[in-house]
């Protein structure tokens, strides 16, 4: 299973990025698709996930800022970040869970202050 990540990079606080996740139409969908991260010196952490359905759930952490949709189209879930923080920086990881969980590789989101 190939989850392909983008969109990562270096932004100034209040800043935005989108970052992106494609994959197999088998497993878009049908599995649940979600996005991790992991800080320096944390574990990693959930940060928003959508269901196959559309129903999505957030970390506290980023609602009202962070944003996550699926193209069905295009067999990709993106994370649209917004009013970025340094406390954000953390790589990134795209995931799919039905009873299994997929990982991709992840992407760095630098933010700074």
């Known amino acids: 299973v190939q989850l392909q990540a983008s969109g990562g990079g270096l932004v100034q606080a209040g800043g935005s990025l989108r970052l992106s996740c494609a994959t197999s139409?088998?497993?878009?969908?049908?599995?649940?698709m979600g996005w991790y991260r992991r800080a320096p010196g944390k574990q990693r952490e959930l940060v928003a996930v959508?269901?196959?359905?559309?129903?999505?759930n957030y970390a506290d952490s980023v609602k009202g800022r962070f944003t996550i949709s699926r193209d069905n189209a295009r067999n990709t879930v993106y994370l649209q970040m917004n009013s970025l923080k340094p406390e954000d920086t953390a790589v990134y990881y795209c995931?799919?869970?039905?009873?299994?969980?997929?990982w991709g590789h992840g992407t760095l989101v630098t933010v700074s202050s």
């Open positions: 139409a088998s497993i878009f969908t049908r599995y649940a």
């Open positions: 959508i269901t196959s359905g559309g129903t999505t």
């Open positions: 995931s799919a869970r039905l009873v299994t969980v997929y």
